[in-house]
């Protein structure tokens, strides 16, 4: 467990990018998953609301709610001891009006967050201004933003002509001048991820966006083998939990099923005994 080493903090996210360090960030939507990561060191969790489609088993991000963000972040937060802990701001949190977007991030950052992400460039740039301006860090996310899919139609590569990286590169430069102190770069080209990480001074955090950028993000059910409807083909697999439980299932429901388990006077393992069980 990582419990005595520092806790990372944003300005060492930023000094990282100057020594050229990279940052590994992961996401996590519970305790067990927080300690797990914070225990092999992981800089920083995002509890993404990445977490309607694998954990929530929604299509979509779209119907993440804020409660549903608030509950999750309380259980990262508990988990997390060292990582910095970044909650995403669902749909519709923080588009409708600067107000509504205050409560909403200070809700999440009450609740045991660190800092917001949000997605977008221009149309929230007032959003991020405020929230920067009264305390709450923000992380910003352009490129293949999910909760526009309509709008892209489908989660699909961004940037690939000319105009599209034109305009990814100046959404980027807005959300550093509106104060973020990071940016997910999702889906885009490599050169186009090297070109924004070569001329912003804060942080590139990429998610199928190439070697370039100072650091990089996984959805940890995705890099576990977790999530098996669908896998976007820039994620490397460092696991197959998947297969692993259903292994472990299927010998557990053989045993109860050919009267296995529990054996008779089994001993009780160390942590039973330690629970007084
Ligand atoms: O929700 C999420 O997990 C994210 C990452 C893919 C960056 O936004």
Do not use: W
Request: glycine share 10%.
């Amino acid at each position: 467990m990582n419990k005595q080493a520092k806790p990372i903090r944003i300005p060492d996210l930023v000094d990282r990018k100057k020594r050229g360090q990279k940052i590994a960030m992961l996401t996590a939507y519970d305790a067990t998953m927080a300690r797990l990561l914070d225990r092999a060191g992981i800089d920083t969790i995002l509890v993404g609301d990445s977490l309607g489609m694998v954990v929530l088993g929604y299509e979509t991000t779209l119907p993440v709610t804020l409660d549903a963000m608030v509950h999750h972040t309380r259980a990262v937060s508990n988990g997390a001891r060292r990582a910095l802990v970044i909650a995403d701001m669902p749909f519709l949190s923080y588009q409708v009006s600067i107000p509504e977007a205050v409560r909403n991030a200070g809700r999440l950052i009450q609740e045991g967050g660190d800092a917001v992400k949000l997605e977008g460039g221009r149309a929230v740039a007032d959003v991020v201004s405020r929230l920067v301006e009264i305390g709450i860090p923000v992380l910003g996310h352009v490129g293949l933003t999910p909760q526009s899919v309509h709008q892209l139609g489908g989660f699909r590569r961004v940037g690939k002509s000319s105009d599209e990286a034109a305009h990814v590169i100046e959404e980027t430069r807005i959300l550093q001048q509106a104060g973020a102190f990071a940016v997910v770069l999702e889906s885009i080209p490599d050169e186009v991820a090297g070109v924004i990480t070569e001329e912003l001074a804060i942080p590139t955090i990429g998610i199928g966006a190439g070697p370039h950028c100072d650091g990089q993000v996984l959805v940890s059910y995705d890099a576990f083998g977790l999530y098996e409807e669908f896998t976007p083909p820039f994620v490397k697999r460092y696991a197959d939990l998947g297969n692993t439980i259903v292994k472990a299932a299927s010998e557990y429901i053989s045993d109860v099923q050919n009267g296995r388990f529990p054996a008779a006077g089994r001993a009780r393992t160390a942590a039973a005994r330690e629970r007084g069980q």
